[in-house]
Nanobody, 126 residues
Framework: QVQLVESGGGLVQAGGSLRLSCAAS????????MGWYRHAPGKQRELVAA???????NYADSVKGRFTISRDNAKNTVYLQMNSLKPEDTAVYYC????????????????????WGKGTLVTVSS
């Protein structure tokens, strides 16, 4: 069983910073792409930032220059450093990963797409 668990959300004033973490656990062989999405009230879920296994990154235009995604492959963890936060960054932030894991049902490695965490709430006050 693979799990993604986010942490680090909270309430912060505009202009402040937060660092989100997402730790993947379970029978993981390797993790390919990892990313952060967010879902704000009344809006569609959107990609915030993503990082490949090799470290290549991409960001939503709205967060470029303010957010930084990074990962620690040894810890199966992805981070999102969020600086200069704005009220419009308020949302539930979700971690996402594509990975290869060991399945005891199949007694084999399998590719798993779109594993999601349960989310962590970020609230930015004006």
């Amino acid at each position: 069983q693979v799990q993604l668990v986010e942490s680090g959300g909270g309430l912060v004033q505009a202009g402040g910073s937060l660092r989100l973490s997402c730790a993947a656990s379970g029978s993981i062989f390797s993790i390919n792409n990892m990313g952060w999405y967010r879902h704000a009230p009344g809006k569609q879920r959107e990609l915030v930032a993503a990082i490949t296994s090799g470290g290549s990154t991409n960001y939503a235009d709205s967060v470029k220059g303010r957010f930084t995604i990074s990962r620690d492959n040894a810890k199966n963890t992805v981070y999102l450093q969020m600086n200069s936060l704005k009220p419009e960054d308020t949302a539930v932030y979700y971690c996402n990963a594509d990975l290869i894991y060991y399945s005891s049902d199949y007694d084999a490695l399998r590719y798993g797409m779109d594993y999601w965490g349960k989310g962590t709430l970020v609230t930015v006050s004006s």
